[in-house]
């Protein structure tokens, strides 16, 4: 048990900056031709999520470098720091900056 196992986060309302800044990504993303379908927490505090809508690999491959990019340059903006590292911090939950393939 890390402590995370509580829908609180997950379910609960985005901070204010985090919510303006993640609107900021997605309209910068849209303006590019990379839409995302949904951003919201996740289970780890201060841990929040988008997702690209599914492409051809190429595409989204690329934009997903761009969306990094991208959102890093936004979030100094609004004075965040996104980690993309899988597992920044031992023993809470990390973004799996997975991808899904079908």
């Not at 997950?10 to 609107?23: E, Q």
């Not at 903006?77 to 809470?92: N, Q, S, T």
Request: charged share 15%; glycine share 8%.
């Amino acid at each position: 048990n890390r402590g995370q196992q509580m829908d609180l986060n997950y379910f609960g309302a985005m901070p204010a900056v985090v919510k303006n800044c993640m609107d900021d990504i997605m309209k910068a993303l849209l303006r590019i031709g990379c839409p995302l379908s949904v951003h919201h927490n996740e289970v780890a505090p201060g841990q929040h999520e988008y997702s690209p809508i599914f492409r051809l690999t190429n595409i989204s491959s690329d934009s997903n470098q761009i969306a990094m990019q991208i959102s890093c340059e936004i979030a100094a903006k609004h004075g965040l720091v996104i980690l993309f590292h899988e597992k920044p911090f031992a023993g809470i939950n990390g973004n799996g900056k997975h991808n899904n393939w079908s």
